[in-house]
T-cell receptor, first 113, second 114 residues
Framework: GAVVSQHPSRVICKSGTSVKIECRSL??????MFWYRQFPKQSLMLMAT?????????EQGVEKDKFLINHASLTLSTLTVTSAHPEDSSFYIC?????????FGPGTRLTVT | AQKVTQAQTEISVVEKEDVTLDCVYE???????LFWYKQPPSGELVFLIR??????QNEISGRYSWNFQKSTSSFNFTITASQVVDSAVYFC???????????FGDGTTLTVKP
């Protein structure tokens, strides 16, 4: 089956720094990728929709200047958390969409100290 | 707007018991997908099943079975003869057919005790 990978799986960064998370579709092309965030013991919340070659669409309440999304190719989308703060510590999960199918990555656990 | 409700926050059973996790959804779309995912303590989402809105056939996969009833907007998940390894958080999700955005329920934490 189709596979979506994320890198890194875990990252610890200091407050004020930026961190980039990659999401790759390994054996298929994904015109659309989604980024979700999951706080401890909570559900997954959609942050943004990323379409290849165009600007991402952010959900209400998500700061687009803080969470930069780039979908430069049909197999790669990146999420950059800029000037990270402890409250950004969360589990970030991407998913990649093909017609009729959607596949989730394994997630990236971000800890901001 | 879409909504997924998993009324059971936590369920605790003893090994070998059967357990049903409830999922009720709301959508205005006529075509959509429903999913169940398992999230073990490691955090990775494990895909269990996808159902499209036109396929109301119930499905069985080993100890897992799913009951999709469009009339009641429910997509319930039953684990037969539960095992300790089934302990995890289970999420029900609804996805739009065209846009692909998924709305997740709040999850049900299942604990299976030996």
């Amino acid at each position: 089956g189709a596979v979506v990978s994320q890198h890194p799986s875990r990252v610890i960064c200091k407050s004020g720094t930026s961190v980039k998370i990659e999401c790759r579709s390994l054996d298929f092309q994904a015109t659309t990728m989604f980024w979700y965030r999951q706080f401890p013991k909570q559900s997954l919340m959609l942050m943004a929709t990323s379409n290849e070659g165009s600007k991402a669409t952010y959900e209400q309440g998500v700061e687009k200047d803080k969470f930069l999304i780039n979908h430069a190719s049909l197999t790669l989308s990146t999420l950059t958390v800029t000037s990270a703060h402890p409250e950004d510590s969360s589990f970030y999960i991407c998913s990649a969409k093909t017609p009729g199918e959607q596949y989730f990555g394994p997630g990236t656990r971000l800890t901001v100290t | 707007a879409q909504k997924v409700t998993q009324a059971q926050t936590e369920i605790s059973v003893v090994e070998k018991e059967d357990v049903t996790l409830d999922c009720v959804y709301e959508t205005r779309d006529t075509t959509y997908y429903l999913f169940w995912y398992k999230q073990p303590p490691s955090g990775e989402l494990v895909f269990l099943i996808r159902r499209n809105s036109f396929d109301e056939q119930n499905e069985i996969s080993g100890r897992y079975s799913w009951n999709f009833q469009k009339s009641t907007s429910s997509f319930n998940f039953t684990i037969t003869a539960s095992q300790v390894v089934d302990s995890a958080v289970y999420f029900c999700a609804l996805s739009t057919y065209l846009a692909g955005k998924s709305t997740f329920g709040d999850g049900t934490t299942l604990t299976v005790k030996p």
